[in-house]
């Protein structure tokens, strides 16, 4: 797999906007003719600029570009000509923009308030297209831009044909140290509730916790910690533990029927030592209905973020979904003046 932010190119000059236009000109014709290229697409979407990215093996994934949200991936997992598979559990917006979409890969970047607070605000800037760049169609580079006073943050997402990576650099610019929590949350639907599984965490720490807010939230935090009876016939799946209590993993597989919601790191006070035990800085989920798995595997961020709807996820249609991915929730990354901090996420697959 070709390494992150490993296509170079050359600043462009033009940074165009990827907000909607009443010009005569649309914003997707503006951007393919500054960035378009081969398997590199603009166009629109429900009135929403998008880019699709489409690799040589015909593996795709869909980027909307004033949220920075992707809604799609499609990598190619059978052998047979139409042998691609939608990856992301993604529900529509209204097309107006009053709804958005939610689920998919979303970028969560939470400003904290203050030292030791629980209270944060959400990074909400839009977000414009400043490069793209292509290695003879096996592998596709987006960078988005955004800032605001103090932060300025580069989100790169990378198509390969078996894997998809995105990848955040913040650098703060102000005055003041920023600190944050975030995420990369992917939201993988499954065929099935009682097929839909992780492997690889076994041995590591976790307690409950609910998820960082987000705009591309299914489930809000308070909806992710309400508890539910695991009904009958729930052998072999995972129940959750109280609030504040920290357990290890001890099965290799973590069946994900039921609603759980927890993070896998490091205890905060272990976290103090001169060594302890980190994170997995990969694991697999297991879809047993269509028989594919994906690797996910986290770098720069020290929790893996796992959840699970349960039975509620029965209001949303008849696929199952999980939302996980890595994040920086129990203990806050800080940015000092001038320096940067960079995290990534790749999901990755052999499938073929």
Known sequence: MASLLSLSVPRLKSIIKATSSTSTVSVPEILNEKFGRKGIKFLEL?????????????????????????TSYKPKVYWKDDGFEEVLYTIPGDGTGSTKAKGGIGLVMNEVLEPGSKGSVPYTSEWTVKDVDSDAIDALQVELSSSNATLDITYVVSLYPESLATAVVVKNKGRKA???????????????????????????SYCSHPPLSSPFQILTPTEAMKTESPGLFSFGSETEEKPGSWVKQDVPITILKNKISRVYAAPPTERLKAIYNTAPSKYDTIDQGLELSFRVIRMGFEDIYVGSP????????????????????????TVNPGENWKGAQVIEHDNL
């Open 46 to 70: 429900e009135s929403i600029p998008i880019v699709e990215l489409t690799v040589r093996n015909g593996s795709s994934l869909k980027l909307r570009l004033p949220d920075a949200h992707v």
């Open 178 to 204: 920023v600190s944050l929590n975030n995420a990369i949350l992917s939201h993988f639907k499954f065929k099935k509730r009682g097929g839909t599984a992780i492997q690889g965490l076994m041995e590591c």
């Open 310 to 333: 349960g039975s509620i996820s029965e209001k949303y249609g008849k696929d199952y979904f999980i939302c996980t991915g890595p994040a920086s929730i129990l203990v806050p990354v």
